[in-house]
């Protein structure tokens, strides 16, 4: 793990070397665009945006199908606004519902429905496929496991597990 400070003793920034910059944009470009693609997909198939999609799938592998929103925000990786912005609009829809938690007064379960389910079982090939041709399908064995556990590297690297972390299911 590269634990080097953000600058040189000097104070002047680490500027990324011309490989690094390489490899910054590629990474920037090619996750914007596969986020897209993967947009594109599920609003045609199903309506939705990705993220949508992510929330669907987190609850169909719950228990009950149901998660506390608190914790459906930290598997989404989003903001707890932006998560309630999404489950209102996944209700308007009929997918989700909430109901209190009875231990919490404050606490609100998601709960996915069964016409959620439905779209999510509808849906779920389409969005399958176009995972496979856009990252899969375009990598060897080798290369998806290198880029498995780099990018696992990377999450845990800005999970940090401290209290009070600044992380976007805390906010």
Known sequence: MNTAP???PSGEPRWL?????GVWRSYIEATTLLEDHLDRQLQQDAGMPHIYYGLLVQLAESPRRRMRMTELAMHAKI????????????????????EDCPSDKRGQ???????GYEVLRRTAPGHVEAVRQAVFDRLSPEQQKSLGEIMRIIAEGLQPKEAGA???WLR
């Open 17 to 21: 070397t011309d490989q690094e910059q």
């Open 166 to 168: 600044d992380l976007p």
């Open 79 to 98: 903001t707890r606004s932006r998560l309630s912005h999404a489950v209102a609009r996944l209700e308007k829809n009929g997918w989700v519902r909430r």
């Open 6 to 8: 953000a600058s040189e």
């Open 109 to 115: 379960f998601a709960v996915l429905t069964d016409e």
